[in-house]
């Protein structure tokens, strides 16, 4: 009997048509908790990660951690790991809602999906009955009609997983949608689950999960969730003006990117904001699974040009689709925002990509007979067309489906990307937040956010605060209670997003009576640790090297202009301390004993010579 | 008597229910005066509804004095993604 | 003697300022209003007021509706047909020590963080824009542009004759006995010759307001202050703003005839009803004036008199309903002139609509809850600053207004005789986060799953979430479906399943017309909510009190079937 876990990864070979179970190896399971840990593991067992990341051998893998869909706050989130087509390092995408308690729900800890199906397709799982079915009725369809239509196909309570056109055209920028709306965005997993002919996964589950100590874990459990119904941030600020609420903020700051980070303060950031959102276009919250913040807005544009209805847009997106394109029409980001959902795109990455574009626009390097039209930053309407051309990767949009490195890089500018392993960076300025400068510049899966967000601690001082001007004894900080602790907390299943009210002890204190195995705060210390060094070494192991640790050079340039003007991301010999810290040598290497130390040692020689 | 500029943001908007979201008040205060001042005799509110007050971009401590020109802007215990 | 009887649609108590903006206003839009006076129009605290239209050094909740009503001041001579003398020259409050110069110019930047147009001036500044000022006495001041003087006869006057063209009719000399209620809702006041029946009575009384509160049984903190006044002979123009002093009650200005109207400062308390002056007084004011003002050493008082203030503890008025008929407007700690057009407006709009105005919402009586009548002192001058706001930063629902659903709403918890505790359902709180159904899973069956469940969240739209379950009602159609003893009634109305008798047949399930029952195959039986045996799980751990579990009436259980039966499909358990 398996507790918190269900005990059986469910194996989908498209090529062959072939359905396996396989029993989930509860030492693995022990060692990288589950989530992001577990199916990152099991990526690395499944392939090498030099392969091509958009062939038959790079598997999509769906996992859940054991606190998935337990019940606990916000216990909500599933992963998805793979090569990253868009970045060629190992990817994982997260994302909330009801499909990954509903994958745990049909009996299953994770999915791995291999293969490459010469038609289109899709997956119904039906607790343990699993069908390969047609899709042919389904592509092209948005996720919200792909959604309506396979709950007509399958069952009307299923929860459905799929790529919009964007993932279908193999735009490198695609994410997988679920619950219509929610995406696990960010590295080009989309284009992966396309290229896989994979138009989406439906399931219905009937079971449930056992837990080791139901009383223990329930009381555990409510005392998580009267901490975050008692805070200010968790219970308050999200609930009353979403994530956006941010935006003035870092503007406030200096520390907003603007224009494709040619400055880090919006003019117009007040009219992009979560106070706008909340008063323009507001209809009302909703949440994930067992989550009391319920951050998630409904939001709708009733009339005008920019009609539409969804959710968000969210921080990254207000600002990736407003600030960064000069954008301060609140309706047409949000229009935009409904869009990349349509087109199941990462906003982020396309934000940025537009940026990238308009800048290669008003410097003269692309010209408007190539992109159709004139693409300069805060064009509302140009911004909008941008984004429908990339999702249908129609024209020009052919070429920004790609990311903005591959645009930059083709049109001869490749500083006008602003990222780092060809990821696109977000919505905090590294200028301004030095610890997010080291943290961007060493996160595995590219600039990122959500892989140590030290904001926390720069900003809203938790655990503690630290003036993000400077980076002195961040090299710590941005190492453990932020990268390693996030590894961790992916790999639980719970969301990031609680971590505002409460730490990692509680979250531990959920895992022990959840499993019956004994997690605790010290090994939860190890296992992050672990999972980060096992995802460093895919990276080696895929070709990147110390030399890929690095930011933009305009971010080491002065911002020229707000209130933190002058300021710069100053990195330097930081990121030499900071391997020092995580025991690998001067080329991001782990030493031999720092792998023994963390029992990674049989994974592929991509370890230090010297130890 | 300095001029410096407020701003009030999300949830400490309801203070001032009146300013637009997108104003600042414009006040001038007498020199010296401390942020915590500032909150508790001139805007009147109460010092523990901020958790972020930010001058010049620049997070501070509430018992910072103002100088001419100062932007000052406070926020409600927040966070983002 | 016999009572004369009449009828009017409202009464206004008082002939100040406030009675004839009010009597103004209503017969403007066509009410039939009696105005009854004690003595004469303006004899109370309008006609013996400094005359001063000012803004500044009002209490933050205050300073709106003064803006409001200054801003109508310049067309009010036009309006009345009449020269109220009005002067829009500005408004100073001047500093004398050092010990007031820092709390004046935080109290400057407490008024502009409200909008007002106030400055600080050093004493150059002062003296540029009046040079009628000795400087040697003086360091400063807050000067607010906008505010200025009238005369307050005039003033009054005008809006009398206004309102008695309009249709107001009269009754002078003649004061109120008593304020009674009839049982068909309508006022009846009374006076010594006359017995008038009204639907609404308004008591702007000023310091006569308190008797008559207490004549209808209500003890309200208001209290009356003396100040004492006079007028000069005749002057060449020296000064044309309105002049008061910080920490003091000095007040001076120049009417338009010369004279220099000043007064405030009490040395001495006599009796707080008197309105007569006293020598030591009156010599303190004119010290302190000879102090401030240039040249004033041989000039003559024509005239001094005595007046009453009825205040408050917080500086406002009360405006607000005493019961269903009689509406409060007094307290206005000397702000009655200046607030007094905007007042009368707002209470038309008030007694015709029937809705409290927003801009008088800072004004109701309810704010003095609680308060000790014997612990407090009338606030003076510009100390009167006072922290009215609400210091609570919750962590549940924070929000100002506008915002939708965040703010779970008050609900009664009280043991209500004959209503049993039920689940309550407001699907406008619920964000479908599920929370109930893992509660009652982990509750019920020891782990988290989220079909075979005694209550499921059902999703018709993306933003509108409904948690169904058994409403417990009290036709119990479930009972009569089963013919196998299945469901067992206790004393409190609450059917739960008997499971030995069960035998999964799911008669009950179609009759239940909410879809409250729920087949679970691994048990082969069906399962309802038996409310956790009074500790409902779901309604505990609802973080939205989308689900509470309180006493019900069945207009409630009613609306609750409805709502269920209608989504009824979309609670998809096949």
């Known amino acids: 009997m398996y507790y918190g876990y269900t005990g059986t990864i469910l194996r989908v070979n498209l090529t062959h048509g072939e359905v396996t179970k396989e029993a989930l190896d509860l030492k693995m399971a022990e060692e990288f908790v589950g989530g992001r840990g577990l199916a990152s593991r099991l990526l690395c067992a499944e392939i090498d990660p030099e392969i091509e990341a958009m062939s038959p051998e790079n598997p999509l893998i769906f996992g859940t951690g054991p606190l998935t869909g337990t019940g606990a706050p916000a216990t909500a989130r599933y992963v998805v790991v793979c090569k990253a087509p868009l970045t060629g390092t190992i990817a994982c995408s997260n994302s909330g809602g009801f499909f990954g308690p509903e994958i745990k729900f049909a009996g299953y800890d994770a999915l791995i999906i291999e293969g490459e199906s010469p038609e289109p397709v899709y997956l119904w799982i039906q607790d343990d009955r699993v069908e390969i079915r047609s899709a042919s009725l389904l592509w092209g369809k948005t996720p919200v009609e792909t959604e309506s239509t396979l709950q007509k196909l399958t069952h009307p309570a299923s929860k459905i997983a799929c790529i919009g056109p964007g993932g279908e055209k193999l735009s490198l920028m695609a994410g997988i949608v679920n619950d219509n709306y929610r995406l696990a965005a960010r590295s080009g997993v989309g284009a992966l689950m396309g290229k896989k002919k994979l138009k989406a996964i439906a399931i219905r589950g009937t079971g449930g999960v056992n837990l080791a100590d139901p009383e223990q874990f329930w009381k555990a459990s409510m005392d998580m969730h009267a901490k975050i119904t008692g805070d200010p941030v968790s219970f308050g600020s999200f609930r009353a003006y979403g994530t956006a609420s941010l935006v003035n903020l870092i503007n406030e700051m200096g520390a907003y990117p603007t224009r494709n980070f040619q400055s880090d303060t919006f003019e117009d950031a007040v009219k992009t904001g979560g106070e706008a959102i909340t008063e323009d276009i507001l209809e009302r919250n909703r949440a994930c699974f067992a989550c009391p913040i319920s951050c998630t807005r409904v939001t709708e544009v009733k009339e005008g040009p920019y009609k539409g209805r969804g959710e968000g847009p969210e921080y990254e997106s207000t600002w990736s689709l407003g600030a960064l394109c000069g954008v301060s029409n609140l309706e047409a980001v949000a229009k935009a925002n409904y869009l990349c959902g349509d087109y199941g795109i990462d906003t982020i990455s396309t934000g940025a990509t537009i940026a990238c574009a308009m800048e290669l626009f008003e410097t003269g390097a692309l010209s408007e007979k190539e992109i159709g039209f004139p693409l300069r930053f805060g064009d509302e309407a140009a911004m909008v067309r941008a984004v429908e051309m990339t999702g249908k990767r129609e024209g020009f949009g052919d070429i920004l489906a790609d990311g903005s490195y591959r645009l930059a890089e083709r049109y001869g500018h490749p500083e006008f990307f602003m990222g780092v392993k060809k990821l696109e960076m977000s919505a905090y300025s590294p200028r301004v937040f030095q610890g997010m400068a080291l943290q961007y510049a060493t996160s595995n899966r590219g600039a990122c956010h959500v892989r140590g967000n030290t904001v926390a601690a720069e900003l809203y001082g938790i655990p503690r605060y630290m003036p993000p001007e400077v980076l002195e004894q961040k090299e710590e900080m941005v190492r453990r209670p932020f990268q390693n602790s996030t590894a961790f907390v992916d790999s639980t299943g719970i969301c990031l997003f609680t971590k505002f009210a409460i730490t990692h002890r509680e979250i531990c204190a959920l895992l022990a009576p959840a499993t019956g195995i004994d997690f605790n705060f010290d090994r939860s210390i190890v296992q992050g640790d672990r999972i980060w060094n096992l995802e460093r070494m895919f990276n080696l192991r895929a070709g990147f090297t110390a030399a890929d640790d690095k930011l933009p050079a305009r971010v080491s340039e002065p911002s020229p202009d707000g209130p933190r003007a002058g300021s710069r991301a100053i990195l330097q010999n930081h990121i030499q301390t900071y391997y020092q810290l995580r025991g690998w040598d001067e080329e991001g290497r782990p030493t031999r004993s720092k792998l023994k130390e963390l029992n990674l040692e049989d994974f592929w020689n991509v370890c230090s010579e010297h130890d | 008597m300095i001029n410096v500029t407020v701003k009030l943001s999300a949830d400490l908007r309801r203070y001032r229910p009146a300013l637009r979201i997108d104003e600042s008040l414009p006040l001038s205060v007498p020199e010296e005066t401390t942020l915590l001042e500032l909150l508790s005799e001139i805007l009147q509110i109460p010092a523990h509804a901020i958790a972020i007050p930010i001058v010049n971009g620049v997070k501070c401590k509430l018992n910072q004095k103002l100088v001419e020109g100062d932007r000052v802007a406070f926020w409600p215990p927040m966070a983002g993604g | ?574």
């Not at chain 3, 310049?74 to 829009?88: F, K, N, W």
């Not at chain 3, 009839?182 to 008038?196: P, Q, W």
């Not at chain 3, 407006?345 to 309810?366: H, T, V």
């Not at chain 3, 009548?373 to 930063?393: C, H, M, N, R, Y």
């Open chain 3, 1 to 574: 003697m016999i009572m004369k009887k009449l009828k009017a649609d409202v009464i206004i108590i008082g002939g100040g300022i406030v009675g004839c903006t009010t009597a103004y206003n209503l017969s403007q839009r066509g009410a039939d209003v009696l105005l009854i006076e004690k003595n004469g129009i303006g004899s109370g605290a309008t006609g013996r007021s400094g005359g001063g239209i000012r803004q500044s050094a009002r209490v933050s909740n205050e300073i709106p509706l003064a803006m409001e009503s200054v801003a109508l001041f310049p067309g009010l001579s036009a309006e009345l047909g009449i020269d109220i003398e009005y002067t829009q020259s500005g408004n100073f409050r001047l500093v004398e020590m050092p010990d007031h110069l820092r709390p004046m110019q935080v109290d400057v930047a407490r008024q502009q963080s409200h909008g007002l147009d106030v400055r600080w001036l050093g004493v150059t500044d002062v003296l540029e824009l009046a040079p009628g000022l000795r400087w040697q006495n003086i360091m400063g001041a807050s000067y607010c542009p906008d505010d200025g003087h009238c005369d307050p006869f005039r003033m009054v006057s005008g809006f009398f004759r206004k309102a008695k063209e309009f249709g107001t009719k009269v009754l002078l000399n003649s004061e109120v006995q008593s304020i009674e209620q009839t049982d068909d809702g309508k006022a009846v006041v009374k006076t010594s010759t006359h017995s008038v029946q009204a639907e609404k009575v308004i008591i702007a009384a000023g310091f006569g307001s308190q008797e008559l509160c207490q004549k209808i049984g209500l003890d309200l903190p208001l209290q009356n202050v003396r100040y004492e006044s006079m007028v000069t002979e005749p002057l060449p123009p020296i000064l044309s703003q309105m002049f008061g002093v910080a920490s003091s009650d000095l007040f001076f200005r120049q009417t338009q005839n010369g004279g220099i109207h000043f007064g405030g400062g009490l040395l001495e308390e006599e009796d707080e009803e008197d309105t007569k002056t006293t020598r030591d007084n009156l010599n303190m004011a004119v010290a302190h004036i000879s102090r401030l003002v240039k040249d004033l050493g041989k000039t003559n008082l024509l005239r001094t008199w005595g007046g009453l203030d009825p205040s408050t503890p917080d500086g406002m008025p009360i405006l607000d309903y005493l019961n269903e008929n009689v509406l409060l407007a007094t307290g206005f700690c000397g702000h009655g002139l200046a607030l007094g057009p905007i007042v009368g407006r707002y209470l038309a709009e008030w007694i015709s609509s029937g809705q409290l105005p927003e801009a008088l919402e800072p004004f109701k009586r309810n704010r003095f809850d609680g308060w000790l009548q014997t612990k407090w002192t009338p606030s003076g001058a510009f100390a009167a600053v006072l922290a009215t706001e609400d210091t609570q930063t919750s962590g549940r629902g924070t929000v100002g207004s506008g915002i939708p659903f965040m703010t779970p709403p008050e609900y009664d918890d009280s043991e209500d005789e004959g209503l049993h505790k039920l689940l309550s359902v407001n699907p406008e709180m619920c964000t479908g986060c599920r929370m109930c159904e893992s509660a009652c899973s982990i509750e019920h069956e020891k782990m988290v799953r989220q079909t075979g469940l005694r209550i499921q969240v059902a999703y018709p739209s993306d933003d509108f979430f409904l948690p169904i379950m058994c409403i417990h009602c009290e036709e119990m159609h479930c009972m009569e479906a089963c013919v196998y003893d299945a469901l067992e009634i206790n004393d409190y109305g609450i059917v739960s399943v008997v499971d030995e008798n069960c035998i999964g047949c799911m008669l009950c399930i179609p009759a239940c017309p909410t879809g409250g029952i729920t087949y679970v195959d691994s048990k082969e039986t069906v399962v309802k909510c038996n409310l956790c045996g009074g500790n409902p799980a779901c309604a505990k751990y609802c973080p939205t009190q989308a689900i509470t579990f309180r006493p019900i009436d069945d207009e409630i259980r009613e609306k609750m079937e409805t709502v269920m039966s209608k989504h009824l499909d979309s609670r998809i358990e096949k």
